[in-house]
């Protein structure tokens, strides 16, 4: 049995010569600010780390955002600025990071001197003091922005590099006596082409004894405030809007980041005194830390890294362009993302239906089969013939052209009292989010690990769907060997997944899992929905299908998601609710189909086949061909136009300004009569600006005048419970 170090790594000295590298010259009016809207047209300047000429400060700048740092007598950021709006964020310094280690409170960097915290005027900075027991600057390194995870790609993307850019590193050495040994890192990565920065620490300890560290803040902002309440709490008052936060921290079984968010904590200031708020609960301190990691030892010789802080600049409070822009993010730091390969969902009783799917897949030009929950396949059967059977039949669905992936059970489940996740206020196996769970730092837990990584080194699958683990279960067991007690329990738990996850990645296996886990290199989660809706008539099914692909991507890409269209019968509902037989209900078989494909978003198709006639497999190749046709502008970027309410047309709008075919609607009519609409349709992130040439389905071009909101005025007529599909260049 192998244990892997759970979230220690050693470390390896790094050469931090005192400001050794040579960094050009900041020249403000050399670089201006840029205002194109990077959502419509890329931005041709290169990030960079500049040097002001009196060597006092850093500036980290790429056209869309500047990040000043003045680095004398310590670091402090004295300038975080939106260059596309000439918005400041800041109103006040505050510390770059805060560690508390064996139940002591230490600043790293940070000036002092402020007094009015409204606002930060950069004259007053001269006067600014360093304190001698914070953590003190050292040197700085710059390089290129580096891959965070080593990641293949084998499947179909519309890209599937990293972003680019520059990363510093602040070193940090100890100024408190009872830290001697402990270095600090505060590492920040500027992005190519978008508003971003992401920032995180490492904290090496080069002494010879253990630190427990109790908390660990990688970011702190005073920022500008965006209400002006003077009665109100912090709770009710609106939070800073001009910036998007996001951490590989999160889970919650939400489906969506902003309920998922582990991390983001925004506090008041009490030392902001001339704030409106009588009471001074603004909430304007932004700190950003983990709830429930404290008690993390690190031994000499360790080194301890901590989440990575995404901080997006938003330009606008309109809803589809901050969605947009966190959608364009995860295809710079998590590229993995657009992956977006055509998958069933078999549920197989015997080899043999494993096979004739294959077939059927390979036959209608899928590209994937998951043998899903309740199939016949056992990963956690470690004999030599288990896996010997499937590496065969990977084999055969390799020589088909298609992938195969396999579906695993982690949490939701009991094992057993000795590896259950032990409830801290009973002491007893229980308290997990689904009653009981497995312990990943268990002893079973490192074995499902190992297992897992087996399994697919010796079978060569493709596709891991991972049930499980679920939203930050922890641990009071003082036995279990991945982690120490309560206190570090969930820490490590996340970072024994995060290893694994990282594991797959590297080998080019695509991951299904069912939390935000994306940053950290899980493909897709449900794009959410409710398992019981899918035992409603299937007229019933459609429309909340809709409504799901609707709500579902307004922050994720719709290679993010997956849904669901079970073939038999699932949960009840009778033949109302079933496709089986599929050559009794081609139309709803094809129209919940368009609707999947027609919003680029793969769908779980789960039954023992995806056709029975002749005529089902003609339906379900016209799907697929055309789907292929279209699939790089049905893999773009959603416009939202209607949602689905079964009273009149819906539709979306997928935008692309870099293809040809710039944009394409999916529209359509619930209703039993024929419908015809004239509607405003917004172009603007098509990119295009004067005219569009406007194709229904494959029709003649009409060539439309776009108005002065980039918007045109568009008439269509759809048949009764029908759709259609219009292309845009």
């Known amino acids: 049995?192998?244990?892997?170090?759970?979230?220690?790594?050693?470390?390896?000295?790094?050469?931090?010569?005192?400001?050794?590298?040579?960094?050009?010259?900041?020249?403000?009016?050399?670089?201006p600010g840029i205002a194109q809207d990077w959502l419509v047209k890329p931005v041709a300047t290169k990030a960079g780390v500049f040097k002001t000429a009196d060597g006092r400060d850093i500036v980290l700048y790429n056209g869309l955002l500047k990040r000043v740092f003045r680095i004398t007598p310590n670091i402090a950021c004295t300038d975080y600025t939106n260059l596309t709006?000439?918005?400041?964020?800041?109103?006040a310094i505050r510390e770059e990071a805060r560690l508390v280690i064996n139940g002591k409170s230490y600043n790293v960097g940070g000036l002092k001197g402020q007094k009015e915290k409204a606002y930060l005027l950069p004259e007053w900075v001269d006067s600014f003091t360093a304190d001698p027991q914070d953590f003190a600057y050292v040197s700085y390194e710059v390089k290129p922005i580096t891959a965070?995870?080593?990641?293949?790609?084998?499947?179909w993307s519309p890209g599937t590099k990293y972003g680019t850019g520059k990363a510093i590193s602040f070193l940090f050495k100890a100024g408190a006596p009872e830290l001697a040994g402990l270095e600090v890192r505060v590492n920040y990565e500027i992005y190519d082409g978008m508003p971003l920065i992401v920032k995180s620490l490492s904290i090496a300890n080069k002494g010879d004894k253990t630190f427990k560290l109790d908390r660990v803040v990688n970011e702190v902002l005073g920022m500008v405030e965006e209400d002006s309440a003077v009665d109100g709490s912090l709770e009710s008052m609106k939070k800073p809007q001009g910036i998007y936060f996001e951490t590989n921290y999160a889970y919650n079984n939400a489906m969506r980041y902003t309920q998922s968010d582990q991390t983001s904590h925004w506090k008041t200031d009490s030392t902001y005194t001339s704030q409106v708020n009588y009471n001074l609960k603004t909430p304007v301190l932004f700190e950003n830390y983990e709830d429930k990691a404290p008690g993390i030892e690190l031994a000499p010789g360790e080194q301890f890294n901590s989440v990575r802080t995404h901080e997006l600049l938003?330009?606008?409070?309109?809803?589809?362009?901050?969605?947009?822009?966190?959608?364009?993010m995860y295809s710079a730091v998590a590229p993995w993302t657009l992956e977006n390969p055509i998958f069933m969902h078999l549920v197989s009783k015997n080899d043999e239906q494993v096979k004739t799917a294959i077939d059927q897949c390979a036959a209608t030009g899928y590209e994937a089969l998951i043998l899903s929950f309740g199939s016949h396949l056992n990963v956690e059967d470690t004999s030599a013939a288990n896996v010997k059977r499937w590496k065969q039949m990977a084999d055969y669905a390799h020589?088909?052209?298609i992938k195969i992936g396999c579906y695993s059970l982690f949490s939701s489940r009991s094992i057993n009292p000795e590896t259950d996740v032990i409830d801290p206020k009973t002491n007893k196996p229980g308290g997990a989010f689904f009653g009981n769970a497995p312990c990943f730092g268990s002893k079973w837990g490192l074995w499902y690990r190992d297992n897992i990584e087996h399994f697919f080194a010796a079978t060569n699958f493709d596709i891991f769907e991972n049930d499980g683990p679920y939203p930050g279960d922890v641990c009071a067991s003082t036995t279990h060997p991945g982690h120490k007690g309560l206190d570090d329990s969930?820490?490590?738990?996340?970072?024994?997944?995060?290893?694994?996850?990282?594991?797959?990645?590297?080998?080019?296996?695509?991951?299904?899992?069912?939390?935000?886990?994306?940053?950290?290199?899980?493909?897709?989660?449900?794009?959410?929905?409710?398992?019981?809706?899918?035992?409603?008539?299937?007229?019933?099914?459609?429309?909340?299908?809709?409504?799901n692909i609707f709500d579902g991507t307004w922050d994720k890409t719709p290679s993010m998601s997956w849904g669901f269209v079970p073939l038999t019968q699932y949960q009840g509902g009778g033949a109302a609710a079933t496709l089986e037989p599929l050559s009794a209900h081609l139309k709803d078989y094809e129209q919940l189909m368009m609707q999947y494909y027609g919003s680029g978003v793969q769908a779980c198709y789960r039954g023992p086949r995806l056709y029975d006639t002749k005529e089902?497999?003609?339906?379900?190749?016209?799907?697929?061909?055309?789907?292929?046709?279209?699939?790089?502008?049905?893999?773009?970027?959603?416009?939202?136009?209607?949602?689905?309410?079964?009273?009149?047309?819906?539709?979306?709008?997928h935008v692309n300004p870099a293809l040809k075919t710039k944009g394409m609607m999916m529209l359509y009519n619930p209703t039993k009569e024929t419908?015809?609409?004239?509607?405003?349709?917004?172009?603007?992130?098509?990119?295009?600006?004067?005219?569009?040439?406007?194709?229904?389905?494959?029709?003649?071009?009409?060539?439309?005048?776009?108005?002065?909101?980039?918007?045109?005025?568009?008439?269509?007529?759809?048949?009764?419970?029908?759709?259609?599909?219009?292309?845009?260049?």
């Open 1 to 31: 049995m192998k244990f892997k170090q759970c979230f220690l790594v050693f470390f390896m000295p790094m050469c931090f010569a005192a400001n050794a590298q040579t960094l050009p010259v900041w020249n403000a009016a050399g670089h």
């Open 85 to 91: 709006t000439g918005r400041q964020l800041l109103r």
């Open 148 to 155: 965070q995870l080593a990641y293949k790609s084998t499947n």
């Open 314 to 328: 938003m330009n606008s409070y309109d809803r589809e362009a901050r969605g947009m822009a966190v959608r364009r």
């Open 399 to 401: 020589s088909r052209h």
């Open 490 to 547: 969930q820490w490590r738990q996340m970072e024994i997944q995060k290893g694994l996850y990282h594991w797959l990645k590297q080998r080019g296996v695509y991951i299904n899992a069912p939390d935000w886990y994306f940053l950290d290199g899980s493909n897709k989660i449900a794009i959410g929905y409710r398992e019981v809706n899918f035992s409603l008539p299937r007229a019933n099914q459609k429309i909340l299908n809709r409504q």
């Open 616 to 653: 089902t497999e003609a339906l379900v190749i016209k799907v697929i061909s055309w789907y292929k046709k279209y699939r790089a502008i049905l893999s773009s970027d959603i416009v939202h136009l209607r949602r689905a309410d079964g009273r009149d047309w819906d539709g979306i709008l």
């Open 675 to 729: 419908i015809t609409r004239t509607v405003k349709i917004p172009l603007y992130y098509t990119g295009l600006t004067t005219v569009a040439n406007v194709r229904v389905k494959d029709g003649a071009i009409k060539t439309y005048k776009l108005n002065r909101d980039y918007t045109i005025d568009f008439t269509f007529t759809i048949a009764p419970e029908d759709y259609t599909w219009v292309t845009v260049e």
